[in-house]
């Protein structure tokens, strides 16, 4: 009916019904290949796998700049990165607190000053220091005397001067003002008092002053002056300063739980203080037992040695936490492993045929400048180490 219909149009009108349905025809056409090629995109929430990159082969010229490797299993040690934060060797530091109440008359420290055990970090006009010597001077004398005491009754009691039952009264007495008097003591050297101070006082000599004076418990670095000159102290509870060994830090790294089973007490530590800065050693000493709530990571405490006086309290640093026991990998040389459009590591690796294949891998650890091969690859594959971005280029003509 169609034939029929246009035999009997004229010529011109024929020609131009063929026209517009040959370029209807053509816009077709190229809608199907608009619309063919965009169905070949890659649609990444479709997940759409990118088609496979053909093999490379290279002449023999070209195969002299590269460099193959065979994969092979070997031993690693399992590195974990992670953030820390750098604070005081808790059990070489420690906060100094007033012994004793009253206004502060003198401070001789400063932060940064470097102080010995003993030393006086400040001086206060203290009533409590002159109470104490007080009491420790009637101690001792009422310790001199409940010896004499008991000696001479002792003695009485051979000869039938006293009773039995007095004499070991008189025993007990002076064991019990000899304790009153060995407590006194162990007061005076709880509130700092030097020792020449408690042997003039045992010697019956005056004491010059009246004052206390604040000592510092251990050696090491003033880090905190709390204090100030004139400041009221209330004994127990004032913190004066803080004193702390910087020789040796704590590093509290913060590692993902799901890192934790490679860690160890023991393992090794580097420290990166700096993008320039030499690593600095140390030593995993404890495993946190709580996730934190707020980073749902887990304390991992490192010990460092700090003579060197690279590392300051609340420090940001990298760290690098070295398995002590070696585990057993593919490992391959870091070089060999490149990236494709979407970032996804990829080695190339040498066919029967000569050719070259690229071949997606998933990475595990790094040791030195060996990776380790979690998938993708077997023993015994050779794989371009060096030479491999130009495989990649002659592949992308």
């Known amino acids: 009916m169609k034939s029929d219909f246009l035999g009997a149009m004229p010529a011109s009108a024929r020609a131009k019904r063929w026209s517009r349905a040959l370029a209807l025809g053509v816009l077709a056409a190229s809608g199907a290949t608009l619309v ?27 195969r002299q700049h590269l460099r ?29 607190v007033a012994p ?31 109470a104490a010597i007080g009491a420790y001077r009637k101690a001792l004398v009422a310790a001199h005397n409940a010896r004499r005491i008991a000696d001479m009754d002792a003695d009485l009691v051979k000869h039938d001067g006293v009773s039995a039952r ?22 005076l050297r709880a509130l700092g008092v030097d020792a020449g101070t408690i042997q003039a006082i045992q ?22 002056r709390l204090i100030s000159p004139g400041q009221l102290l209330q004994a127990d509870s004032t913190a004066c300063f803080t004193v702390a060994d910087l020789s040796h830090m704590w590093v509290m790294a913060q590692v993902a739980p799901a890192e934790l089973a490679a860690v160890h007490v023991g393992d090794r530590a580097d420290i990166t203080a700096g ?17 934190n709530g707020d980073t749902g990571l887990v304390d991992v405490r490192v010990a460092v040695d700090n003579r060197a006086g690279l590392l300051r309290k609340q420090m940001l640093v990298e760290v690098t936490l070295r398995a002590q026991q070696a585990s057993q990998a593919l490992l391959m040389p870091s070089s060999a492993v490149l990236r494709d459009d979407e970032n996804l590591p990829f080695v190339y690796v040498a066919q029967a045929d000569g050719s070259f294949a690229r ?39």
Request: with cysteine; charged share 15%; net charge negative.
């Open 36 to 62: 063919a090629g965009c169905s070949r995109a890659p649609d990444d929430t479709a997940g759409a796998a990118p088609p496979a990159a053909r093999n490379v082969t290279l002449t023999t010229a070209q």
């Open 100 to 130: 004793f109440t009253g206004p502060v008359t003198r401070l001789l420290v400063a932060p940064g000053d470097t102080v010995t055990k003993g030393q006086v970090l400040a001086t206060v006009d203290s009533s409590d220091f002159a």
């Open 359 to 397: 071949q997606h891998v998933t990475l595990g650890d790094r040791s030195g400048d060996n990776v380790a091969i979690r998938d993708g690859l077997k023993a015994g594959q050779q794989v371009v180490t060096d030479g491999g971005i130009f495989v990649q280029f002659l592949q992308s003509q």
């Open 166 to 187: 007095e004499a070991a009264q008189a025993s007990t007495d002076a064991a019990s003002a000899e304790a009153d008097r060995d407590a006194a003591l162990q007061a």
């Open 203 to 224: 010697s019956g000599h005056s004491v010059a002053h009246a004052g206390g004076a604040i000592r510092a418990p251990i050696a090491g670095t003033v880090v905190e």
């Open 68 to 96: 193959l490797q065979t994969v092979a299993p070997g031993a690693f040690h399992t590195r974990v990165q992670a953030t820390g934060r750098v604070d005081f060797d808790n059990e070489r530091a420690t906060s100094v």
């Open 275 to 291: 993008a320039d800065a030499a690593p600095i050693t140390g030593t995993v000493t404890n495993i946190g037992g709580v996730v």
